[in-house]
C-alpha cells in the first residue's frame, strides 16, 4: 500500500470536515466513512490498474495518477 494513498485517508476526511463547516451541517460517522470507502475504493481501483498496466509498483503508479489529476 502505497504510503500517500494511506495519508490520503485522513486528508479526505479533514476535507469533510471543511465542508461540514462550510454548510453548518453534521454528517454522521456512518455517512463519512461510507464516502470515505467510496473514494478510497475507487481511487485504489484505479492505482491497481494504472500500476498493473504500466508495469510498475504502486507508489509510482500513485504518483503517476497524481500527476495525471
Given at each position: 500500500m502505497p504510503d500517500i494513498f494511506a495519508?490520503?485517508?485522513g486528508v479526505i476526511v479533514s476535507y469533510?470536515?471543511?465542508v461540514q463547516n462550510v454548510q453548518q451541517f453534521r454528517w454522521r460517522l456512518e455517512r463519512v466513512n461510507q464516502e470515505l470507502k467510496l473514494l478510497m475504493l475507487d481511487a485504489y481501483t484505479e492505482i491497481k490498474t494504472?500500476?498493473?498496466s504500466n508495469e510498475?509498483?504502486?507508489?509510482?503508479a500513485a504518483f503517476t495518477l497524481a500527476i495525471s489529476r
Open positions: 495519508n490520503a485517508g469533510f470536515e471543511w494504472l500500476a498493473k510498475c509498483d504502486m507508489r509510482t
